[in-house]
């Protein structure tokens, strides 16, 4: 189950693109290393060096937009961001990151870098530092479900084998 997820805030504004998150000059391979290697490069240079498995990006509006690439929830996903908490997501990077097994949850979240939060997803909260909680967008069964099976792809295969 993915459910809850405790980590560290990593914390970002509005209208952070996808080329931020994995810049294209990293697109034509297919290694995952390379993707986390260079996560949040465009913004954040030193993130992916940084960055610990279990680590929580909370930005501000319209995160992940841009171009679709797929590679952009690929990169936080195998550079260890267990969740992404955003005021609103792009549609295109939204449904990506259901499909690749990246938890996310819209909620409007107030906090620093150097708290720690525990997201509900079931619930559709979120609690910064043990004290305040935010109350965001409830997953739907379906799209939980394809989260815990780890993505669209493993999700299908477990269907299919049914």
């Known amino acids: 189950m993915i459910n ?3 980590g560290r805030i990593w914390k970002f504004g509005d209208n952070i693109d996808t080329d931020v998150i994995i810049p294209g000059k990293y697109l034509r391979t297919k290694n995952m290393e ?3 290697a260079h996560a949040m490069e465009g913004i954040d240079p030193e993130f992916a060096k940084r960055v610990k498995q279990g680590d929580i990006i909370v930005a501000g509006t319209n995160f992940g937009c841009g171009s679709s690439r797929e590679q952009a929830p690929l990169a936080l996903k195998y550079a260890g961001v267990a969740c992404v908490i ?3 997501f792009a549609r295109i ?6 499909n690749v097994g990246l938890p996310l949850m819209e909620a409007d979240v107030e ?3 150097v708290c720690e939060v525990r997201v509900d997803l079931l619930k559709g909260e979120v609690e910064v530092s043990g004290k305040n909680i935010f109350k ?3 997953l739907p069964d379906f799209l939980l479900e394809i989260l815990t099976d780890g993505g669209l792809v493993a999700h299908r295969k477990k269907v ?3």
């Open 4 to 6: 809850p997820i405790i």
């Open 34 to 36: 390379v993707f986390a």
């Open 86 to 88: 955003a005021k609103s």
């Open 93 to 98: 990077f939204f449904r990506n990151a259901i």
């Open 111 to 113: 906090c620093q870098d």
């Open 136 to 138: 965001g967008n409830k």
């Open 160 to 162: 299919q084998s049914k």
